[in-house]
């Protein structure tokens, strides 16, 4: 596949773009884009999902800067949706920006390891996701379906790789800073 990586490579740069597209929607549309914010999360998921794979098809396996920052398109959405639920009312300007502040020193302090990457992301998508069932409820189901459907297909390798992963990334980043 001659195109794998320009195409995955757009995949991300589109995830990147919908960070503030988030933000216009809580701005301009505030609660009423709630079951669109829905839609657009699982697009957002499924497109991490699928540019890593497709990336990997590709003859030619090439790193480019998109490509090695995609923890970071990964985070930026998160805060884009952050940004919306803050703007949307869900979320208290003084708990939003304690949350941000206090993520900003820790990645300031020890840098951006996959693990912490992932943990920040957590939060915010549990307080997301709390709100579209509460008040989106269709659309709010619609997500935790794509979640649970996503848990089955990857199964053999999220508990095998994802959650190990992610624990033994969070006792080196604990390590980091017990020696800081």
């Excluded at 499924?46 to 398109?73: K, N, S, Y």
């Excluded at 949350?99 to 302090?109: D, E, G, P, S, T």
Aim: aromatic fraction near 14%.
């Amino acid at each position: 596949m001659l195109l794998a990586k320009p195409l995955a490579d757009l995949i991300t740069y589109s995830r990147a773009a919908l960070a503030g597209f988030l933000l216009w929607l809580g701005l301009a549309q505030r609660a009423e884009a709630l079951p669109l914010v829905c839609w657009l999360m699982i697009a957002d998921w499924m497109g991490d999902f699928l540019d890593g794979p497709i990336a990997r098809r590709g003859r030619v396996q090439a790193h480019t800067w998109i490509g090695d920052h995609d923890l970071e398109v990964d985070v930026a959405v998160s805060f884009g949706l952050l940004l919306y639920l803050l703007a949307a009312g869900y979320v208290d300007l003084r708990i939003a920006a304690v949350y941000l502040i206090f993520w900003a020193l820790v990645f300031w302090r020890w840098g951006v390891p996959r693990s912490l990457g992932m943990l920040i992301q957590a939060p915010i998508y549990g307080w997301f996701l709390w709100v579209a069932v509460r008040d989106a409820p269709q659309a709010g189901l619609w997500v935790i379906a794509w979640i649970l459907g996503m848990i089955v297909v990857t199964w053999p390798r999220f508990p095998r790789e994802v959650v190990p992963g992610f624990l033994s990334g969070m006792r080196e980043a604990l390590e980091k800073y017990r020696r800081a």
